[in-house]
Structure formats: structure tokens, C-alpha cells
């Protein structure tokens, strides 16, 4: 049984740093093919897709947010990370991580997270 | 980066054909999943690579297209199928469609 989880920090303050984690069971990130996914959603807005790890380490970012987006991966205690920089109220959203194998095929819960001073 | 497009909204009655269409902004090949999202929940896989039906998904979910064009289509639609249907790329880095919301009637 596949499953994810994300954990955050719940709220923030303008410019710090959002640090997520996601905890997964049910397949490894070391899995020929095998990726995960980070993805936001706006209450009542639509998905973005933020960044993507894969099992051999390469990583993907939406170009639009690179500069400011760190993915990574702990394979052994299977886990995905993600760090966005210098946070904005435009950051205060759900986010979600999602395993990609053709497609985000699981997805965690979400997390919610509010950018506020 | 690609950009794909969708109709914001749509009404259909229960038992009729649906079909919602996603346009991109350039060809991304086959490389075109969709996605139904509940109010309060997360999104959930209903077709990979344009037109693979996703383990556990009912056989009234279709999806065609390559290129630039893709439709899914649900047939017949019933109540529980009202959501909103985002369509995503995965060509072109990956982007994600605006969504449609799919009442029915």
C-alpha cells in the first residue's frame, strides 16, 4: 500500500525559508523510474506544479520558481524534502507530494501553509 | 513553458456523454495525464499518457488525443462524478491546466 505525508511548518513569516517533508511507504525512491513530486494549490486556485526528484537523483523545477526551490531525497528512511526561499504571502497555499510514475499517481493530503506577518 | 488550456466550467446531466478538452501551447506528444479533484481532497489519477485508464478508475473514464489536443470523456456521467478535472504535462517539464468544473445537473 502506497501512502505520503506531508509535513510543514504550519505558518511563517514573510522571507523566511519553508522547509517540507514528505514520508512515504509502499515503494522506494530508489526504484528504477520512480520520482516524487512537490505541487501547490491556492485555496480555490488551481495546481502548480513546483519540482520533481527521481530515483537516480536528477531533479526537475519549475522554471518559474527555480531560483528559489530546493528538492532532495533521503532514499534510506524514505523521504522527500522541499525548501522555498525568501516566502511571500503569493507562497500561502497546500502543498502536496505526490509519487510520478506516468503521472502523479498518489498523492499525500496536503499541508497547508500561511505566509503571514 | 507549455501552456495548457482549458473551459472553465461545464453542466451535463446525469447518464450524458461529457467530454472536456485541454489545448496545448505546443505538441507534448502523448505525455498528457488527468486528474479529479474533490472539494477537500487531494487530486486523484484518472488517465496516463493520454489515454490509459489508471488501476481502479471505472471504465466510463476515456482519454484521447496527441499533440496538441486532448479530450477526456466521461460516458455516462453520473452525480458523483462532480469535481473539478485538471489536465497536466509531462512533455515540456510538467504544467498543469487551469481546471474544469464539472457540475452536474
Known amino acids: 500500500q502506497v501512502t505520503l505525508k506531508e509535513s510543514g511548518p504550519g505558518i511563517l513569516q514573510p522571507s523566511q525559508t519553508l522547509s517540507l517533508t514528505c514520508t512515504f511507504s509502499?515503494?522506494?525512491?530508489?526504484?528504477?523510474?520512480?520520482?516524487v513530486g512537490w505541487i501547490r494549490q491556492p485555496s480555490g486556485k488551481g495546481l502548480e506544479w513546483l519540482a520533481n526528484i527521481w530515483w537516480d537523483d536528477d531533479k526537475y523545477y519549475n522554471p518559474s520558481l527555480k531560483n528559489r526551490l530546493t528538492i532532495s531525497k533521503d532514499t534510506s528512511n524514505n523521504q522527500a524534502f522541499l525548501k522555498i526561499t525568501n516566502v511571500d504571502t503569493a507562497d500561502t497555499a497546500t502543498y502536496y507530494c505526490?509519487?510520478?510514475?506516468?503521472?502523479?499517481?498518489?498523492w499525500g493530503q496536503g499541508v497547508m501553509v500561511t505566509v503571514s506577518s | 513553458d507549455t501552456v495548457l488550456t482549458q473551459s472553465p466550467a461545464l453542466a451535463v446531466s446525469p447518464g450524458e456523454r461529457v467530454t472536456i478538452s485541454c489545448r496545448a501551447s505546443?505538441?507534448?506528444?502523448?505525455?498528457m495525464h488527468w486528474y479529479q479533484q474533490k472539494p477537500g481532497q487531494q487530486p486523484k489519477l484518472l488517465i496516463y499518457g493520454a489515454s490509459n485508464l489508471e488501476s481502479g478508475v471505472p471504465a466510463r473514464f476515456s482519454g484521447s488525443g496527441s499533440g496538441t489536443d486532448f479530450t477526456l470523456t466521461i460516458d455516462p456521467v453520473e452525480a458523483d462524478d462532480t469535481a473539478t478535472y485538471f489536465c497536466q504535462q509531462s512533455w515540456n517539464d510538467l504544467t498543469f491546466g487551469s481546471g474544469t468544473k464539472l457540475e452536474i445537473k
Open positions: 509502499g515503494f522506494s525512491l530508489s526504484t528504477y523510474g520512480m520520482g
Open positions: 505546443e505538441s507534448v506528444s502523448t505525455g
Open positions: 505526490a509519487r510520478y510514475n506516468s503521472g502523479f499517481d498518489y
